[in-house]
């Protein structure tokens, strides 16, 4: 974005930015240059942050950067509708709220509803007024308590057991397909291909195969129209979907650059992920890889909006590069994306599979999955 601090600024904002990435540990002296060594010390917060590490500012790092500053105690979280709080102090009221056994879903610093219903059930137990307000009182209370939970994160088992209770058949389930609109080419032609056409296409060939198999499918964008990512998250937890699949291709400056990653929410400094979106990563990376020529450049967890907002285990797919001639070529390819389509699709029915009902990577085909009645 024009208006963030960038490589030779000296602004009040460049100090803020290095006084928050000194105090975090990324920096050992503040400034207010954005030199190389500011550089460097965005690109670990990034890393740490699970974002993309670039080095720069932009909307998504800015905020993250705001979101840090606050720890737990410096102020009162509430939850408000008209503009959730959010920041390090709410995950880490999460953190805590989820060790002693109340549910706030998932650890995203947002201060919502359900996150604002466990702050109750908390001073409830504890016999302080229960107004959701996480105050001094709270916190007290909080401090003291002793941990109730171990041998693994409530979180992460929650969500394993909610899983876990599903059938395995894929008629009536939602799943959300969200194909990008692009980034930096948006609308442009990189070796003959455009991302929002391709992965809109690709959106399409899944939403009739996943139909016929009885599923709810939602797409977050028309073929002309592009959707904020907030409306789009909003789709996506307003229609309950018990997934969200993201589309994307990625582009570099070099053309070397070439192959598939998948990603899911995690955070490696929190300690947090998502373990349905870490294996639905994973199978939908060994599929595609075994049934098409991409290089596996595998599966990574980030905190990217969409994968940390959404109710739902949620994935995205980078297909490859437009940016190197032989990645665009299979994606211009009208049977590549049906090869694309019925790896994501064998994923998906995989997912939802028992360990003794499941087969071999690159072995399951569409057929498969209607002559064994799993649409029903």
């Not at 899983?163 to 980034?183: E, F, M, Q, T």
Request: hydrophobic share 40%; aromatic share 6%.
């Amino acid at each position: 974005m024009s208006d963030q601090p960038k490589l030779g600024d000296r602004s009040d904002a460049v100090e803020l930015i290095a006084n928050t990435l000194t105090r975090l540990g990324f920096l050992k002296n503040p400034t207010n240059i954005f030199d190389e060594n500011l550089t460097q010390g965005i690109k670990a917060f990034q890393q740490e942050r699970g974002l993309t590490a670039t080095g720069v500012i932009n909307e998504i790092t800015a905020r993250a950067l705001e979101e840090a500053r606050f720890k737990l105690g410096d102020r009162v979280l509430l939850f408000n509708p008209a503009a959730l709080m959010r920041g390090d102090d709410v995950s880490n009221l999460q953190d805590r709220l989820l060790e002693l056994g109340f549910n706030c879903g998932k650890v995203d610093g947002m201060f919502g509803a359900i996150t604002e219903g466990a702050v109750k059930e908390l001073q409830k137990s504890v016999g302080i007024v229960s107004d959701g307000k996480c105050g001094p009182a709270t916190l007290i209370s909080l401090m003291r308590l002793v941990k109730t939970v171990s041998g693994g994160a409530s979180t992460a088992l929650r969500e394993s057991v909610k899983h876990a209770v599903r059938s395995p058949a894929l008629a009536n389930k939602v799943v959300v397909i969200d194909p990008s609109w692009g980034g930096e080419f948006t609308g442009e032609s990189q070796n003959g291909v455009v991302e929002s056409e391709v992965v809109f296409d690709l959106a399409q060939r899944l939403e009739g195969r996943l139909i016929a198999l009885g599923v709810n499918v939602v797409l977050t964008r028309s073929a002309n129209n592009s959707p904020l990512e907030k409306e789009r998250i909003q789709t996506a937890n307003s229609v309950n979907a018990d997934l969200v699949i993201a589309l994307k291709v990625d582009s570099y400056k070099n053309e070397n650059a070439n192959g598939v990653a998948t990603y899911y929410y995690g955070r490696d400094d929190k300690g947090v992920r998502s373990v349905v979106g870490e294996r639905f990563a994973n199978l939908l990376q060994r599929e595609i890889c075994a049934r098409t020529d991409l290089l596996n450049c595998r599966t990574h967890a980030k905190s990217w909006e969409l994968l940390r907002l959404t109710s739902a285990p949620a994935v995205r797919i980078d297909l490859g590069y437009l940016s190197n001639p032989q990645d665009a070529k299979r994606l211009a390819s009208a049977a590549f994306r049906d090869q694309l389509a019925e790896a994501i699709i064998v994923a998906i029915q995989r997912l939802y599979l028992s360990a003794e009902a499941d087969a071999k990577t690159g072995t399951l085909k569409i057929s498969d999955l209607r002559r064994a009645g799993l649409r029903n």
